[in-house]
Structure formats: structure tokens, C-alpha cells
């Protein structure tokens, strides 16, 4: 099966890592979302890695595709193919895909949901030649683990983006944040979130949470998340 | 100087992970804050390392002292001691201590405050007998050093106790994420977290923002988190 011809429709971070990770594997080929010019009708499987708005119309423009059609989204559940195709699923990876920057695709957690039980093996196939972490999964807990990753990813890198900015206003740079940030995402690995909580939210100490919304009184909106985060985090630890 | 006498006022996490650190190379005595009856009146240095509503109190019980005093706190003024004391210092280690975890002191930043040039070199010598990395620091800047860090570790992990709230409802565990939140962390000490930013908001993919905010109805405080963030990463990349 290793000749497998697989189109990867999408120009975007996901796109360029699935590429990568699979390239040397199979014959990959890399098609323009917006002009899908270059595909090729007599491949074996087509995914397609583009913004959710945008998998329903590209799966239109394919019915005629007769190989099994996935997408890569976290949250658009399967059923959008089935109007249009036979065999179609779902090959989440797990994972903030940024261009330039490598990655161990070895430990990525790879999601699979198919139409049937031979799709299922042959999208496992393909997730097995860069994961070791592959699992089943149907769309409602896909959904689930894709909003808990926006939590535990993308608001996190901008909570970092919020602690940067306040650094660089007043000429620090955020490498002196490294050892605690590691220690932070180090404790996880041990310590259940909810225990490894500290700071002063935790403490219920309220000279301190106000003398730093004072300090933020020029950042009206990190100003409001730094308000909504210690109120929530004192809810849950003090009422 | 290896038989400095210290006090160390506190029964905290900083309180015993200083005792920890500091304990092979100094004569350290840890006193109970509520009673302080077995503090050593003879001693060179007393480090208060308490909740910031406290430290005014207990210093002021402590005016007769004539060695160097210093509190840990990230936000509490060098000045609290100004009134009753004539050397005095903040002793600033900015990390997330938990009791239980151990930790390489030797990468843990100190910031360093002084009445006076010897006092600095004092609270210097002793965090060098730890620490590879000191800093001299003023009340402000210290102050917002203690801010950034309440975005990137408590704020942080607060986001990972929702994450594992929301995997943990659905019969999942949280070690599925940690391959995506170690990259999170990686990412930074190679690229700006404004570059490294990824996900719906950072796409403006209202689509599965609004099934995100749905998904979490039955969670009303994590909906407003989810909604306050996502708000503030449009706006910082598409307005």
C-alpha cells in the first residue's frame, strides 16, 4: 500500500506539516485550495486541510472524486461528506502546526473517525507512518478535544503574548519567564491542574489582584481577561 | 560568610522551597508567621515570605530586629520596611513553587532590591548559593515582572484545569494534550507568541468559534473565558 496516491488539498499550516510527515512515503500531491487545478481524480484518498468554513464547498466542487475524501478539522463533524461520497472520514491531528518549525510528528495524536470499517483501516494506515499515538474517535468527542486545545493552546500562547507585551513595555524580556513557564507546563505531567494551582487568586489575595488591575489600567482588554481569569480561578478554589 | 544566620518567616510553598534551597549552605531557622516565637532575634537576615497582606503586620512586630530584613513578594513595595528598619530588601525568586515538587533552584531567576549597596550584595551573595541568575530590580519593575507572571503560569494554568475539566466530562485524560501543549511552551523560546499564534480566533473562523461557544452552554463561567480571549485575539490580528 505504500504507493498510495493521496491529494492534500490546502495551503495552510496543516496542509504544509502533512506534506512533510508524508512525503517520503507516499506520492503526495499538493493542491491549490482555491483553483484545486492539479488534482488528481485517480488518487486513492484526498484530504482536505483548509478552514472549516471552507471544507463544504471544496467537498461540492469533488463529488466526482470516487477514493476515500477526509478532512482534518477538529470541530466539522463528518456528516459533511456524506451527502456527495461513498467513503469519506476524518484524520484529526492533534497538534499547532506553525510553517518554519519542526516538529516530532512521532508523538502527535492522530483522531480517526470513517464511514465504514475499511476506511477506518486504510486512514489508520496513513496515520501510522509518522504517529504512534492513533486513535478512534467519533465527532462529538473530536469537538470536544479540539475546544479544549484552543483552552490549553491557542489562549495559552496568547495569555504568553499578553505576559510578553507587558515585559517588552517595560524593557524585560520574556526569557526570564522560561523556567517558570517549563515549571508551569512541567507540573502538569505530575500534578492535576487543579492542585497545581498557585499565585494570588489562588490565595484569595486581594491587595495583590488589585494593585494589578491598577498596573493595567493602559491595557484595557488584558485587563478584563486578568479580571475574568481571578474571579473564575476564586470561584472555584474559595466559594 | 557560609555561617549567616537566617530566619525564615513563612509555611508557604516559597517559605519551604527557600528552606530547601538555602538550608546545606546557611544556619536556617523557618518560624511559624502566627506565632513567631521561636524567631532568633541575633540573626543577619529575616526573608518574610508570606501572603502581601501580611507582611506589613509582621513586620511591624519585628522592629527590634537589627539585621537585614527582606520580604519575597512580587508586588509588595521595598518601602513596608522604610518606617522601622534600617537595612532592608526584597528577595524576589520568580517561580511556581508547589510543596511537594522539587525544582533546580539553579535556574530560577532572583530579583534583587536593597536600602543600600552592602544589603544588595548581601541578598545577592545568599541567592548565588542557589541561583546562576540575579537580577537587581526596582519596586515597578518587579511589580510587572509579578503581573506578566500571573498571565503565564497561574493564568496558564488555569487554562489547562478547564482543558482537563472539558476532557475529563467526556471520559478523556489530559495526557492526550500534552504533546500539543509542550510545542505550545517549545515554540516560544524560538518564535514571538504573536507569530506562534494558531487556531479559530487567530483564522477570525467564526464558524467554529460560535459551535465552540455552544459546545460550552453547561460550562457559563469557561464560556466567558472562551469568549473574552477570543475576542482579544481577533482583535489583535484582524482589527
Redesign the interface.
Known amino acids: 500500500m505504500n504507493n498510495l496516491k493521496i491529494e492534500i488539498i490546502g495551503r495552510g499550516?496543516v496542509a504544509t506539516h502533512l506534506n512533510k510527515a508524508l512525503c517520503d512515503t507516499f506520492d503526495i500531491n499538493l493542491v491549490n485550495p482555491r483553483t484545486l487545478e492539479n488534482f488528481r481524480a485517480n488518487s486513492d484518498i484526498c484530504l482536505i486541510s483548509v478552514?472549516?468554513?471552507a471544507i463544504e464547498n471544496i467537498a461540492n466542487q469533488l463529488s466526482f472524486f470516487k477514493g476515500v475524501i477526509a478532512h482534518t478539522s477538529?470541530?466539522t463533524p463528518m456528516t459533511v461528506f456524506a451527502k456527495n461520497f461513498e467513503k469519506y472520514g476524518v484524520f484529526y491531528p492533534?497538534?499547532?502546526?506553525?510553517k518554519d518549525?519542526l516538529?516530532d510528528y512521532s508523538?502527535?495524536?492522530v483522531f480517526i473517525e470513517a464511514s465504514d470499517n475499511d476506511t477506518i483501516d486504510l486512514l489508520k494506515f496513513v496515520a501510522s507512518k509518522f504517529s504512534t499515538?492513533i486513535?478512534d474517535t467519533d465527532s462529538n468527542?473530536r469537538?470536544?478535544?479540539?475546544?479544549?486545545?484552543?483552552?490549553?493552546?491557542?489562549?495559552?500562547?496568547?495569555?504568553?503574548?499578553?505576559?510578553?507585551k507587558?515585559?517588552q513595555?517595560?524593557s524585560?524580556d520574556?526569557n526570564?519567564?522560561?523556567?517558570?513557564?517549563?515549571?508551569?507546563?512541567r507540573?502538569?505531567?505530575?500534578?492535576?491542574?487543579?492542585?497545581?494551582?498557585?499565585?494570588?487568586?489562588?490565595?484569595n489575595?486581594?491587595?495583590?489582584i488589585n494593585?494589578?488591575l491598577d498596573?493595567?489600567s493602559k491595557y484595557t482588554?488584558?485587563k478584563?481577561?486578568?479580571d475574568?481569569?481571578a474571579n473564575?480561578?476564586i470561584?472555584?478554589y474559595h466559594k
Open positions: 499550516n478552514s472549516d468554513n477538529g470541530s492533534l497538534q499547532t502546526f506553525s518549525i516538529i508523538k502527535i495524536p499515538h486513535y468527542i469537538k470536544q478535544l479540539h475546544l479544549a486545545s484552543v483552552f490549553a493552546c491557542n489562549y495559552v500562547n496568547h495569555l504568553y503574548f499578553i505576559a510578553n507587558i515585559l513595555d517595560n524585560l520574556i526570564v519567564l522560561i523556567p517558570l513557564i517549563e515549571e508551569t507546563t507540573k502538569i505531567k505530575t500534578t492535576s491542574p487543579e492542585d497545581a494551582q498557585t499565585g494570588p487568586a489562588r490565595r489575595d486581594t491587595k495583590t494593585s494589578h498596573a493595567l482588554d488584558f478584563e481577561i486578568y475574568v481569569m473564575n480561578i470561584k472555584t
